[in-house]
């Protein structure tokens, strides 16, 4: 996976997530959705309708907290999303 800063200010972020698609997109931008400090979360990969983007590109606004702390706690949350059902389907078995 590979990140790239496309624009960045005190409340907002866009970054390119390369090698990715819809399915970890919709997981990320759900998570980011969940935390109080984010006003909004979405993105967008639609290569054939953007003249030749063919990676995704996440925006990210947030209600005054810094957008790669707000990023970073997304992820974490993935992180103990995907933990909590790797023990589930564990259990499962």
């Known amino acids: 996976m590979d990140l ?7 409340t907002e972020l866009t ?3 390369a090698g990715e698609d819809h399915t970890f997109m919709n997981v990320l931008k759900g998570a980011l959705l969940e935390l109080d400090d ?3 979360a979405t ?3 639609n290569p054939e309708q953007s003249g030749g983007q063919t990676e995704p590109i996440l925006t990210l606004k947030t209600e005054g907290a810094d957008p790669i702390d707000c990023l970073e706690q997304g992820a974490a949350l993935v992180d103990e999303q995907m933990s909590e ?3 589930a389907f564990e259990a499962a078995r």
């Open 4 to 10: 790239r800063v496309v624009e960045q200010q005190d």
């Open 85 to 87: 059902f790797r023990s």
């Open 15 to 17: 970054i390119e997530i």
């Open 38 to 40: 984010v006003a909004a």
């Open 43 to 45: 993105y967008d990969q």
